[in-house]
């Protein structure tokens, strides 16, 4: 069986051919480290529900209802108390099948690249899982947000800014000021349904959040106080809820609508980890080089679509 090899001094992917002019790169002595051409930014996971289990297929979230105060009862004198049932029921999150990242290095194009060679394809191969795994929460958030109420469940939520073309349409300042109106409804919404302040977060796109950096009330000294300002790039809260940027949002909701960020609290989506991203290296001594792999093994699902909301702008 043959493999496609990473060539290490390769020209934008062709392999080295023995004996031929795009092993070039060989002769230059690498000193230092390997600029990597971008570093990718993850930050789903550790703002969900996540567990680690040391064996078997799955766990188990529970969830429960809320006691209401309507059941509450005045007692009188010499009678039994009567007890109330709160509705409990649980989320199985079950493993998925294991996710692997792979390159092969021949042991000659290793030695004549003159530099760490393993150390930024295990970083590489590691960023593209997480990356991945980033996508895949945040499009559960979306769905979360659209799944609907049931007499079990409170419902997703959804905040519209308008319409796409007006959003569009207005300056920079205009559009941060808009986004911030939108994280205010969105607390709001969270609030009028008793979701827990705690673990609520935004995260938007890196333009929108450039939008609310230069918004005239999150960075205004007359509206906040040290909340980060231009000076900086950055804006640390709204309403309490603080913010983040990420290329990992769904560009638009299964409704086709712009998704300008995703506002939520950690227990709208449940993580479980079987194996953590881990990376190893063999060598193959019947092809003269290394397998170097990276994998994990984790399940997710939506726990509570209540605690999840997308902040649209509408076609």
């Not at 570093?39 to 789903?44: D, G, M, T, V």
């Not at 905040?159 to 205009?174: C, K, M, R, W």
């Not at 479980?272 to 997710?300: F, Q």
């Amino acid at each position: 069986m043959s493999f496609n090899v990473t060539n290490p001094i390769n020209t934008n992917g062709v392999s080295a051919v023995p004996g031929k002019d795009n092993r070039a790169l060989g002769l230059k002595l690498y000193s230092g480290e390997v600029l990597a051409a971008f570093q990718r930014r993850n930050l789903f996971m550790e703002m969900v529900k996540t567990r680690t289990i040391s064996g078997g297929v799955s766990a188990q979230f529970i969830t429960t209802g809320q006691a209401a105060d309507t059941d509450a009862a005045t007692h009188t004198p010499g009678t039994d108390v009567s007890a109330n049932v709160l509705k409990v029921n649980e989320r199985t999150i079950t493993i998925t099948d294991r996710v692997y990242y792979s390159h092969f290095v021949d042991k000659l194009d290793e030695k004549l690249a003159q530099y760490d060679l393993r150390g930024e394809l295990a970083k590489q191969a590691a960023e593209a899982l997480s990356t991945k795994i980033d996508k895949q929460i945040a499009g559960l958030i979306v769905t979360a947000s659209e799944a609907p109420a049931t007499t079990t469940q409170i419902g997703g939520h959804v905040v519209s800014l308008g319409t796409t073309a007006a959003f569009n349409a207005l300056n920079t300042e205009g559009k941060g000021d808009l986004i911030v109106e939108g994280m205010f409804q969105a607390n709001v919404s969270f609030n009028s349904k008793d979701v827990p302040m705690d673990g609520r977060v935004l995260v938007t796109t890196p333009q929108n959040y450039a939008f609310i950096v230069q918004s005239s009330r999150a960075v205004n000294r007359d509206f906040t106080n040290g909340n980060g300002g231009i000076d900086s790039g950055n804006v640390l809260n709204i309403a309490g809820t603080p913010i983040k940027w990420s290329n990992h949002i769904p560009a638009t909701d299964t409704g086709g609508d712009n998704v300008v960020g995703l506002f939520f609290q950690s227990g709208c989506v449940g993580v479980v980890r079987a194996m953590d991203i881990t990376s190893e290296a063999n060598y193959l001594p019947e092809k003269l080089g290394d397998l170097l792999t990276s994998y994990y093994a984790l399940g997710m699902d939506i726990l509570e679509p209540g605690k999840a909301c997308r902040i649209i702008t509408t076609n």
